[in-house]
Structure formats: C-alpha cells, structure tokens
C-alpha cells in the first residue's frame, strides 16, 4: 500500500494505492490521523485501493468520527466497483459521504 498527500485548497487528499488489510491499515491509521490536524477537509482518493479488509473499514470509520467531533470535513471518492461492494455491504455508505471523483467530492465538502 502506498499513500500520498495532496493539497486542494482547504482540502487534503489522501490517495491511498494498493490493498488495506490489517497489515497495512495501521499506516493508514497513523497517516489519517495526522492528516487531520491539517486541513479543515479530509478526502481519501480510493481509485487505486483494490481490497479494503475490516481492519480498513475500521480505520476509515475512525477518521470520519474524529473529522466529525473536530467539525471537519470527511469524504471518500473514486471507489473501485469491489471496495464499493465492501462499504455497501457495511452500511458504511448511509453514514460516510462518497463521491464518484474527486472534483466532485471537493465541489461537495467545501460547503
């Protein structure tokens, strides 16, 4: 898995590359939670993550609580069909915001 940073405007974005499993999901954790003392909008590009374990779900589902309780913004974008499946199966896509693109989601979470 690799991760890379990239700021837009008021926004982060994390891009996350490869499989989130729970080898991998504590990087994550480690990189999303410092992302968030960042910028007032969270986004994690998940166009390259091909497999999201539950240690991922997780990890994803502790960002969007700590961005809420800290009145930021938190979204997810460009999710492939399988890790689409993942969230759906879930629940995870009635309590955290996603988006098609990435253009979208910013347009979306910047008010």
């Given at each position: 898995m690799?991760?890379?940073?990239?700021?837009r405007d008021?926004a982060?974005?994390?891009k996350?590359?490869?499989?989130?499993?729970?080898s991998t999901?504590?990087d994550?954790?480690?990189?999303?939670?410092?992302?968030?003392?960042?910028?007032p909008?969270?986004l994690?590009?998940?166009?390259e993550?091909?497999?999201m374990s539950s240690a991922?779900l997780r990890?994803?589902?502790m960002?969007?609580k700590?961005?809420?309780?800290?009145?930021?913004?938190f979204?997810l974008?460009?999710?492939?069909?399988?890790?689409?499946?993942?969230f759906e199966?879930?629940g995870?896509l009635?309590i955290?915001q996603?988006?098609a693109?990435?253009?979208e989601?910013?347009?979306?979470?910047?008010?």
């Amino acid at each position: 898995m690799n991760i890379s940073e990239e700021k837009r405007d008021n926004a982060l974005v994390l891009k996350v590359s490869g499989r989130i499993d729970s080898s991998t999901a504590p990087d994550l954790q480690t990189q999303l939670m410092a992302a968030i003392g960042q910028a007032p909008t969270i986004l994690i590009d998940l166009g390259e993550t091909d497999y999201m374990s539950s240690a991922g779900l997780r990890v994803i589902l502790m960002g969007a609580k700590t961005c809420k309780k800290d009145a930021r913004q938190f979204g997810l974008c460009c999710l492939q069909d399988s890790v689409h499946e993942v969230f759906e199966i879930s629940g995870f896509l009635s309590i955290i915001q996603t988006f098609a693109t990435r253009d979208e989601a910013l347009q979306a979470l910047a008010g």
